[in-house]
Nanobody
């Protein structure tokens, strides 16, 4: 699976952004998808994930209630709608695809994802 993330940028605190991740190369709808982020000097951390069927989503506590992950299998794209952004949301955001097709559960850890996009920078600052 090849992944291409887009939609990052500079936004003021309290603002919104929508990230997109376009997939190609394999059957997108067979894989759970996730977003991770990495701030300078920090480890890559889980943000959100969505089951291959879209029936289950997972969120980090730090973004729950503010971010929404969704997928459009017809467009081979996963989205991350980010609202009420905070300066601590500043990071490079990466989309990722599960290493296994049709996994029953949604994983929250980096090792569970084998396919990664190139990252898109999100900066929240006034």
């Amino acid at each position: 699976v090849q992944l291409q993330a887009s939609g990052g940028g500079l936004v003021q605190p309290g603002g919104s952004l929508r990230l997109s991740c376009a997939a190609s190369g394999r059957t997108f709808s067979n894989y759970a998808m996730a977003w991770f982020r990495q701030a300078p000097g920090m480890e890559r951390e889980f943000v959100a994930a969505i089951h291959w069927s879209a029936r289950n989503t997972q969120y980090a506590d730090s973004v729950k209630g503010r971010f929404t992950i969704s997928r459009d299998n017809a467009k081979n794209t996963v989205y991350l709608q980010m609202n009420k952004l905070k300066p601590e949301d500043t990071a490079v955001y990466y989309c990722a695809a599960d290493s296994r097709e049709f996994r029953a559960i949604v994983l929250r850890s980096v090792p569970g994802y084998s396919y990664w996009g190139q990252g898109t920078q999100v900066t929240v600052s006034s």
